[in-house]
């Protein structure tokens, strides 16, 4: 059985965004091991705008590149409260690459006609 994309579980844009830059350079299972106790901590862009940076690191450190990772989420965190995310381009925001954007594009705005470079975003459109 395939199991289900981040973005599938996580229909919370922000939270589905923090998904997207957790899978950043890692693998799923490694995000797997530390995604339940991340939105247990921290599981609203208030919340985790207001994560100490060294708590966070700590617990993103199986993930690698922890300490950028931990700044980056509680920068872009900031911008989501600190913006209307109905207006900003999601591309703006702190940490959002290709794949994000594409992952955007395709569970937030429903738009199947994105050309994703990753090669499990393109599975998902081909199966689906």
């Known amino acids: 059985m395939i199991r289900p994309l981040l973005q599938e579980i996580y229909k919370d844009p922000w939270q589905m ?6 899978l950043n350079l890692t693998h799923r ?7 339940e106790e991340l939105f247990t901590k921290w599981p609203t ?26 700044k980056t989420l509680i920068k ?19 940490g959002i690459g290709e794949y994000a954007m594409d992952s ?7 738009n199947r006609k994105v050309k994703p470079m990753d090669k499990v975003l393109q599975e998902y459109l081909r199966v689906t």
């Open 104 to 110: 955007w594009e395709i569970f937030q705005n429903n």
């Open 17 to 22: 965004l923090v998904c997207c830059i957790l």
């Open 45 to 70: 862009p208030e919340k985790m705008m207001h994560a100490k940076e060294k708590d966070l690191s700590k617990l993103l450190q199986p993930l690698g590149f922890y300490n950028k990772r931990a």
């Open 76 to 94: 872009m965190s900031k911008q989501w409260v600190t913006n209307d995310p109905t207006w900003i381009h999601v591309g703006d925001l702190p």
């Open 29 to 35: 299972r490694q995000v797997d091991k530390i995604r």
